[in-house]
């Protein structure tokens, strides 16, 4: 795995960091160009503003408590996701002499309140919209950092938080501690420096950190909590996931919006929006597993035939009553107005414009809008969606669609948006490499630089990236094969089959498509889950059964429906064997498709991605952009 040292600025100790502080007085810079090399892109003026004036207050507590020898670790990365904790203090308890951290969430804020008497979201004066908890937030990056470096799964005890508002007076944010206080989250005012230099000599000595620093540093990162695997403990159990920042506040945010339900008949949509990997199902999960429990009624939605099936497999195992929480977008088309309280609409990006299909009874051909439907159904209508993940026509899922449908209902409509992402390693650049490559964001192509976070490869032929995923299997990771619909496919095995057909075939290498329908047959799972079972390896995947899921390693076959002439891409709609496409698709609605198509693809891989074309000139280009696996 990769080591934790990728993830941050600047490391230095505290003494270290506090001269260089008064003697170059450039440390924002220093800091800035660390950020442009490491992300791609200038760091916000805020953030410049934050180092200017917050760590220095933070380093001279530290000097001036005795502890100039502690090392600080700036802008750490948390693994797995591309959140950054502001500062990792790191060095020697003063009782056990074993390795201690401290957490340190820096905010310059001179007030702040709880809004609506929800002490966990708070208002800001310079801030538009809520924010979290400072206390919350740095408890969040405590656990999930237990949970995901390996230094600190034997001695968890050792990492502890602190929120340091180093300009607020006591009273100004005084509403802020009616959050439960504890070792993880504690908060400390201006007017109470000594009782944080006291708070710093309980968990630090006057002792060098650097080896606590690299302990923590060189930790294997230990791989992410796949969504599937835990969805039974979460829905039916308890929380299985640490939702950071804006995930706490999109979870908070609905769970308020549930409280205003219950006590006064109010009804309020609520769209929580973010790409690849930003959360949107772990906050769904959680939303649905914490409303469970209490007993408040509430379903989970998705258009998603391969998410739906697993869920309902995954997390109704023993439960047949939790199978039954997780349903279709058309499933609503006779429910009565508000006759659920909480409807959790995953993957919303792929409603459709109504719900009827060629199956319905006519009585209920009523041409209402699928999304009217959703909100009319409960009183919290929640849609979690990716406006990027469109991949078949008729998918039409926006922001600004639903907050239209929920205007002309006259619904209250409140938006949180997910910044962070934990897919590819919770590498930003890496999506945005992808999105460059395929001509659907940025200035086009460009070299995949290494990031540290997550690996990227190519290779030359498909026996190449079979014996590659082989590879990693037998070193216990998760890995799958996918490839664009370019292939046909096979719908019926007859009993004379002995074996799957082989349908995806380049030159004299061939392997079956993922199995078409919902019966395991010779031995490959049902469609919706090959991305999950253990038989799905022996499957080429399609976006239609990858979409939404995630996994160790992924293999990635283009296919001739997008390959690379001279400067640009070339999208062939001849080459794909997509039913959905039909002649009355247009070409720009097919190009974008097939585009989309390969960005779902290729960020389904946490640790790594390896990438293969069928055609000669856009394996050379890949080559070029690229490292060769070896």
Not at 75 to 102: C, N
Request: overall charge negative; proline content about 5%.
């Amino acid at each position: 795995m990769l080591p934790g040292g990728d993830f941050l600025l600047f490391r230095e100790s505290a003494a270290s960091l506090a001269n260089r502080t008064a003697l170059e007085g450039r440390l924002a810079e220093l800091l800035s160009e660390n950020f442009l090399h490491r992300h791609g892109y200038k760091p916000h003026a805020a953030e410049v503003r934050s180092w200017e004036r917050s760590i220095p207050a933070l380093t001279h507590a530290l000097v001036e408590a005795g502890l100039g020898e502690v090392e600080m670790l700036l802008e750490y990365g948390l693994p797995l996701t591309s959140k950054r904790a502001d500062v990792i203090l790191a060095g020697v308890h003063p009782v056990s002499g074993e390795p201690s951290y401290i957490v340190v969430e820096l905010k310059q804020w001179t007030e702040a309140q709880p809004v609506d008497d929800d002490p966990l979201r708070c208002s800001v004066p310079s801030y538009g919209e809520p924010v979290l908890n400072p206390i919350e937030q740095v408890r969040g990056y405590c656990d999930y950092l237990v949970s995901f470096n390996g230094a600190l799964e034997q001695n968890p005890e050792s990492v502890s938080g602190v929120a340091f508002l180093h300009n607020a007076a006591e009273v100004r944010v005084a509403g802020l501690r009616e959050v439960e206080e504890d070792h993880r989250g504690r908060m400390f005012t201006a007017d109470q420096r000594g009782a944080f230099l006291d708070y710093l000599h309980l968990r630090l000595a006057a002792k060098p950190g650097a080896a606590a620093a690299d302990d923590l540093l060189q930790a294997r990162v230990r791989p992410s909590k796949q969504l599937m695997a835990v969805a039974a403990d979460e829905v039916r159990d308890r929380e299985q996931f640490v939702l950071l920042d804006e995930q706490r506040l999109a979870y908070e945010t609905v769970m308020a919006a549930v409280r205003k339900a219950q006590r006064g008949n109010h009804k309020q949509v609520v769209v929580v929006t973010g790409g690849p990997g930003s959360g949107k199902s772990v906050i769904a999960l959680s939303v649905l597993g914490d409303l469970y429990r209490r007993g408040v009624p509430a379903l989970h939605a998705t258009g998603s035939q391969s998410f739906t099936k697993t869920m309902r497999k995954v997390a109704g195992a023993r439960k047949p009553e939790v199978q039954r929480l997780f349903r279709y977008f058309n499933s609503f088309m006779e429910a009565e107005p508000n006759d659920i309280e909480v409807l959790v609409c995953d993957e919303a990006h792929r409603l459709r414009k109504t719900s009827a299909n060629r199956y319905t009874k006519a009585s209920l051909r009523s041409g209402r809008p699928q999304v009217t439907e959703l909100i009319d159904a409960a009183r919290v209508p929640v849609f979690l969606l990716d406006q990027h993940q469109v991949v078949r026509p008729g998918e039409m899922g926006t922001v600004e669609q639903i907050r239209q449908a929920a205007a002309e209902q006259k619904v209250d409509f409140t938006l949180v948006e997910l910044d962070s992402q934990f897919r590819c390693g919770g590498s930003d650049a890496y999506l945005r490499w992808v999105t460059g490559l395929l001509g659907l964001e940025g200035e086009g192509p460009i070299e995949w630089e290494p990031d540290g976070k997550v690996q990227l490869l190519t290779v030359d032929s498909p026996q190449e990236l079979d014996a590659f995923l082989d590879g990693k299997r037998a070193h216990g990771y998760g890995a799958r094969l996918s490839a664009g619909y370019c292939w046909r496919w096979t719908t019926k095995i007859t009993s004379a089959m002995t074996t799957l057909p082989a349908d995806v075939v380049i030159g004299d290498w061939s392997k079956p498509w993922n199995l078409y329908g919902d019966r395991s047959v010779l031995g490959a799972p049902p469609a919706p889950l090959w991305a999950t079972d253990p038989a799905g390896v022996g499957q080429v995947g399609c976006v239609y059964t990858a979409q939404g899921f995630e996994y160790d390693w992924s293999g990635v076959i283009m296919g001739p429906d997008l390959v690379w002439r001279t400067d640009r891409w070339v999208v062939d709609r001849a080459a794909s064997k997509d039913p959905s496409f039909t002649k009355a698709t247009p070409d720009e609605d097919v190009d974008r498709l097939i585009r989309n198509t390969y960005k779902v693809l290729l960020t389904r891989g946490m640790i790594g991605t390896v990438v293969y074309s069928t055609d000669p000139e856009t394996r050379q280009k890949l080559r070029s952009l690229i490292s060769a696996a070896h």
